[in-house]
């Protein structure tokens, strides 16, 4: 990639070195995202494996932004776009494998879905809840994500990853400081790989269970809309889309994004709805569960980016 005027980022990522991935400035950040909407990413890279992503770091000077995207089912970038360089952890990252002893190998950018099926069709149970997560292993890692009875925390031996200073990094279970949506390994670091622990199962049996959740999802959630997955963390004790539907907010629009009918801790963007007006629906679902219930609801969607500025 050659240098290119006005965009400094740009021009710094020109001049590292040895490099392999493939790099792209001003690239568009709405078709990476479940949304489609958001501004550009100053820079957008996706490594050729997990050597490249650690020398691109080491090179990377420290105050450039780093925004790490899988699928982009949780992500909403604002219509400013991406202020520093969005990785993208592609095909490379996406190798799935049952192990002996009842283990699964992911790489950080496969899908839950796909983890899912390699561990059923292998007859590895515990691990079909990831059927019901619309991400990423990297995602999951990152917000011990989790959907029907089971998360993360539950089956993971350990993951593997890169810091910001380009070191590789190994967590132990222990090492992720796993609760409620979240780990505590820091921001910085981009995960690249995990391995599950499961238990013998019967394929048949798992592959039942998965349909049930198949099922289950469709029959209960918005599926194959634009939207980014549970849009509130549940509070302590409560469920996010009770205290939204109790607010008089299932429905509810600010131009063509809207609260699902179907599943009010949804978002929906029906087909031209900015990154504003998702995220100040969002606050404004906030605003009157607030003032409903008292229970300040916390955003699990990331929210990233510059605001656009007007003119």
């Known amino acids: 990639m050659s240098a290119i005027s006005g965009n400094p980022v740009a021009d710094i990522v020109a001049g590292l070195d040895g490099i392999r991935g493939d790099l792209e400035a001003n690239a568009p950040m709405a078709p990476l995202s479940w949304f489609r909407a958001g501004g550009p990413a100053d820079v957008l890279f996706t490594p050729a494996d997990a050597d490249d992503l650690a020398s691109f770091l080491r ?7 780093v925004l790490v995207v899988g699928l982009g089912s949780n992500l909403l970038v604002r219509d400013g776009g991406f202020g520093g360089v969005v990785i993208r952890l592609g095909k490379p990252f996406a190798a799935i494998a049952a192990l002996d002893g009842h283990r699964v190998s992911a790489g950080a950018g496969a899908p839950d879905v796909k983890v899912a099926n390699v561990a059923a069709k292998a007859g590895i149970a515990g691990l079909s809840f990831m059927r019901g997560i619309p991400g990423a292993i990297g995602g999951a890692l990152r917000m011990n994500g989790g ?13 593997r990853g890169v810091d910001r200073s380009g070191a590789l990094r190994v967590f132990s279970h222990a090492d992720m400081g796993f609760s409620y ?19 013998p199962g019967d394929p048949a049996e798992i592959a039942r269970e998965m349909a049930q959740i198949t099922d289950a999802r469709s029959a209960s959630q918005p599926v194959n809309t634009r939207t980014g997955g549970s849009t509130f963390k549940n509070p302590p004790g409560r469920k996010a889309w009770e205290l939204v539907d109790a607010a008089g907010c299932r429905g509810l629009r600010r131009g063509a994004a809207q609260v699902s009918e179907l ?9 031209g709805a900015s990154a504003a007006d998702i995220e100040e629906l969002g606050e404004e679902v906030r605003r009157r569960v607030l003032e409903n219930s008292g229970v300040r609801l916390e955003w699990e969607i990331r929210r990233v980016g510059r605001a656009l500025l007007p003119g």
């Open 59 to 65: 090179q990377l000077p420290a105050p450039v932004p």
């Open 181 to 199: 949506r979240h780990s505590d390994v820091a921001e910085d670091v981009i995960f690249t790989q995990a391995l599950f622990q499961g238990r």
């Open 147 to 159: 959907a029907y009875g089971g998360e993360t925390a539950d089956v993971l031996v350990e993951a």
């Open 263 to 271: 599943h009010c801790n949804f978002l929906v963007n029906h087909g």
